[in-house]
């Protein structure tokens, strides 16, 4: 096992990146705990950018692309399920002058047959 943080967290770059890619979002959650732990391991080195810290902050800018993607995707899903929601509650017209009337749908009765 590699006890330098700053190839662990590399590795758990690579990792999150994978997961994202995967839309493991289980995944992700387990591995932030570690990755914020080796993050202030690296941060109390007080190392001066080497290429190895260069290649891991690109990793983490990349990942972060992909977070703020999956996040929006997510939101997007919310929103869509929301208005379909909506739209089965209720009818929306518009009049001539532009003005919205809403108009309440009723829930459809169900029908029971008896023998």
């Not at 990755?35 to 983490?60: C, M, P, S, Y």
């Amino acid at each position: 096992m590699d006890n330098d943080p700053v190839k662990v967290l590399e590795n758990l770059l690579d990792s999150e990146r994978a997961a994202l890619v995967q839309g493991n979002l289980e995944v992700l959650d387990q591995l932030t705990p570690e990755k914020e732990q080796l993050i202030g391991a690296i941060n109390d080195l007080h190392v001066i950018e080497t290429d190895d810290l260069i290649r891991v902050q690109r990793k983490i800018a990349r990942n972060q692309t992909l977070l703020n993607s999956a996040a929006e995707g997510i939101r997007a899903v919310a929103d869509r399920m929301s208005e379909l929601h909506r739209v089965r509650r209720e009818l929306t017209t518009y009049d001539a002058l532009g003005q919205r009337n809403g108009f309440a749908v009723r829930v459809q009765a169900k029908l029971e047959k008896r023998a």
